[in-house]
């Protein structure tokens, strides 16, 4: 069994930064790939990064491609996403998820275990 808390969320302007964090408790933590999603109001939750247990391999969808970076600690527990050029398109509620990601890394289904989400709202 996997918690996950994310926390970083916030309000930035439009070219901004932002990092988010995803803690994690249970003992498997480290043997689980993990992704972020996000889902903005009306749309599918879509997929924003993941990252294997190894850490030595990371996907990121084309249009995220060079703005986004996930990265994690073992050590910590600890799973980030930061996000630069942030733009209003980006408003959405973020997840981190965790999972043996036996399917495509890119799908909802893969993951077993979901936190609550962080807000994240980018406007001037």
């Known amino acids: 069994q996997v918690q996950l808390v994310e926390s970083g969320g916030g309000l930035v302007q439009p070219g901004g930064s932002l990092r988010l964090s995803c803690a994690a408790s249970?003992?498997?933590?480290?043997?689980?790939?993990m992704a972020w999603f996000r889902q903005a109001p009306g749309k599918e939750r879509e997929f924003v990064a993941y990252?294997?247990?190894?850490?030595?391999?990371?996907y990121y969808p084309d249009s995220l491609k060079g703005r986004v970076i996930i990265s994690r600690d073992n050590a910590k527990n600890t799973l980030y996403l930061q996000m630069n050029s942030l733009k209003p398109g980006d408003t959405a509620i973020y997840y981190c998820?965790?999972?043996?990601?036996?399917?495509?890394?890119?799908?909802?289904?893969?993951?077993?275990?979901w936190g609550q989400g962080t807000q994240v709202t980018v406007s001037s």
């Open positions: 249970g003992r498997t933590f480290s043997a689980y790939g």
């Open positions: 990252i294997s247990w190894t850490t030595d391999t990371t």
């Open positions: 998820a965790a999972g043996p990601v036996r399917g495509p890394y890119f799908s909802r289904a893969s993951y077993d275990y």
